[in-house]
């Protein structure tokens, strides 16, 4: 699978599909159209009165499925820094083809153009009898799912369906928005207005410096130009150098921009806004979703979370532990967040693992904590119109994103990491990670301890510590990450899984066997206490094996005739 992936990435065509003729639009009892294809509580019957069935994506073969990576340098490229509505209209065309148009109504509102580029089309051909499977991290993620909202609603007016997208597999995706806006500089509850002295204000004056000089425009292809007019007015723009040193512009006010969607505010927005605005799942459609954990642990002392030694990922540590201990206000976490800030606290470096849970008004089937690639669904059959929530410590786990990496760093940075003495010292880190782990937790928590106290009592608002607890005591990150569970439907899907492999693999069903034998033999009548043995070891290593081990060895007629026989001698 990970060759599939690899090779999908140096991919630049897809291949074609049949025409689809033509779709009907789907309305509900009252004649109004019908917003994100159906209401919630009928995600398992379709648009018509049959069952949608279970189905599997397939990657090889002639009737394999048309896979999209929404995200450089990979198939397409919308604007990195547009709005999501801007970059799913971009996308829908980059695969269909045709010139973008990002709505009469939406253009004026935003002050922007509303025709953009022309793009040839990967797949000219897509329909609704041809759907696509689309692929994103991070934004990408949720611009693949706000184009499904757009078609479903037929913005694009080509009798376009939410069904013209087989699958979603989302990876790392900020679907409850993200606190790292405003911890960079984004004034809670104003959606689009930055602190003069911030982060993002200096980030925002780069992009308006390079678009204004359009032949770095060119170079970094941010893609906005063309709607906004960012150029200097020597080349047609409508930018002076000082309206782009303070990054003074209709782009930088009117929020149709990252800084909106990725904020907490922005993706409420999505799920309780006007009706018309949610999106809802198509019934139609297979929806993935892995949630990075593992990366960050907690301390006992403040409650707050900082990275592992043995997260590699060295450039985004000083981002996390910014995320691991930021506060709002009480009004902004009443009005922005609406739950504590410390909901917000882990983190796999730039992203909440709260932020990766879907909307809450969209079913999740089940949760699975995924620790082997058996158990990913992404390779078996698999209900339609529900989540399946998929917490990833390792990605290795995975079948999809096994070695694939999953953060993208400039060449500079790759090519010191690459050095040999470097590698030899990340290697060894990782090799004897648990030990200096222990050692690492130890010193910054007895240094959270130190400074607490010396600061007597004013640390206490950001305080999670439990009054029993030493500030020094030998343990391992391992331990203080937070331990992810498969539910009850997450649990049945890995003994079906486990069932299922047994019974095609002769190899593992004798082991199971064995294992049911061992437990068997160790079991006496009788206890160490002297009291009668209840086989519970036995019986718990019994049901851990599928269902079909335990009816093997239930007793036939002629073992209990001559069970019966032998207790008459």
Sequence with gaps: MSKFFKNLMRKKTLQNATLYDDETSYTDVEGSPVYGALPIDSYLTGYDSEPIKDFKLVFDGENKDTFVLIEDPCITSPSPFGSLHDRAVELYYQIKGGQVDYGLVHSHQSCHKQLGETYEGLVPNWSPENPIVLIGKGYGATTALYLQHLLSTNFFGQHTAGKMIKGVICWSAPHRGSTLPY??????????????????????????????????????????????????????????????????????????????????????????????DKHYLDPHCIYLNYVTTGRTWKSKITGHYWPRLSWRHFSTWLISIMLGRYKLNTDAEQQVLRTSSSTFWQNDGTLSVHAQHPPPHQHVLMNIALDQKLYDPIEHEITPGVWYNLYVNDPSQTTLFNGVPTFITLPSIEYIINLSFIKHFVNFLSRNSEKFESFYIRFIEFCESSFKSSSKGSYDDLSFSDPSAKSYFPTTTSERAGKYTSDKAGLEWIHKIETIEILNSPSKMLYWMNQMQASLDNCSPLSESGKKNDFSFSTNSLMQGPMFIKAKRRLTAEDYKTSVMNDDS
């Design 183 to 276: 911890l960079l500089g984004l004034e809670p509850g104003s959606k689009c207005i930055v602190h003069p002295f911030s982060i993002l204000q200096l980030l925002l004056s780069f992009i308006h410096l390079i678009c204004y000089f359009t032949f770095l425009e060119r170079l970094f292809n941010f893609r906005l130009n063309d709607k906004w007019c960012l150029a200097s007015k020597s080349e047609g723009g409508e930018q002076s150098l000082w309206s782009a040193l303070s990054a003074r512009s209709r782009f930088s006010y009117f929020g149709d921009n990252f800084l909106t969607d990725w904020s907490v505010e922005g993706a409420r927005m999505r799920y309780a806004g006007d009706e018309k």
